[in-house]
T-cell receptor, first 111, second 113 residues
Framework: DAKTTQPPSMDCAEGRAANLPCNHS???????VYWYRQIHSQGPQYIIH???NNETNEMASLIITEDRKSSTLILPHATLRDTAVYYC????????????FGAGTQVVVTP | DTAVSQTPKYLVTQMGNDKSIKCEQN?????MYWYKQDSKKFLKIMFS???????INETVPNRFSPKSPDKAHLNLHINSLELGDSAVYFC????????????FGPGTRLLVL
């Protein structure tokens, strides 16, 4: 699976959009981009995933560049409860559920 | 209702002891996993089971023995505990082996003294 690079930390003001970048320049054509987050002292939580097209669900939007070498997770209206470590993971579909979690980005939402 | 539950939540024990962590999911999923999160916060997969069959064993020492009595349960037994086993252990489940959306339990914090 391709590696990802994320900033170690970022701050965001409550109510504003949080844009979390992820670089995955060695991504292969059959690899998906997944985002999970881990709120302090809890298990990771699935957010969203995509292959080529932009995706949106009730939690977030995922924007993948045309060359697929990077992506951005957008939390449209950040709340204090969005403070967490956010993991960007690249993985081949049907790879038996195996996720390689990196260090992620610590996002702190401030009032 | 808790989707993925683990017991105990905390476990403090002496080196050399044997301990078990239990995991149950009520989502009707076919696939279950064990992950280990060490002190540096890196989360690594240890095992996955699909319909009670072992699918992934990520070169985990054989002191760790998972057991799946049915597809709703995946327990982790650890023999001869070592200091380096201190970590948070997460159980997770997914609908099937594709495992795109995994649901994680709250974690078991193991401290070996």
């Amino acid at each position: 699976d391709a590696k990802t690079t994320q900033p170690p930390s970022m701050d965001c003001a409550e109510g504003r959009a949080a844009n979390l970048p992820c670089n995955h320049s060695t991504i292969s054509g059959n690899e998906y981009v997944y985002w999970y987050r881990q709120i302090h002292s809890q298990g990771p939580q699935y957010i969203i995933h995509g292959l080529k097209n932009n995706e949106t669900n009730e939690m977030a939007s995922l924007i993948i560049t045309e060359d697929r070498k990077s992506s951005t997770l957008i939390l449209p209206h950040a709340t204090l409860r969005d403070t967490a470590v956010y993991y960007c993971i690249v993985r081949v579909a049907d790879s038996w559920g195996k996720f390689q979690f990196g260090a992620g980005t610590q996002v702190v939402v401030t009032p | 209702d808790t989707a993925v539950s683990q017991t105990p939540k905390y476990l403090v024990t002496q080196m050399g002891n044997d301990k078990s962590i239990k995991c149950e999911q009520n989502l009707g999923h076919d696939t279950m996993y064990w992950y280990k999160q060490d002190s540096k916060k890196f989360l690594k997969i240890m095992f996955s089971y699909n319909n009670k069959e072992l699918i992934i064993n990520e070169t985990v020492p054989n002191r760790f023995s998972p057991k799946s009595p049915d597809k709703a349960h995946l327990n982790l037994h650890i023999n001869s505990l070592e200091l380096g086993d201190s970590a948070v252990y997460f159980c997770a489940s997914s609908q099937d082996l594709g495992g795109e959306t995994q649901y994680f339990g709250p974690g078991t914090r193991l401290l070996v003294l």
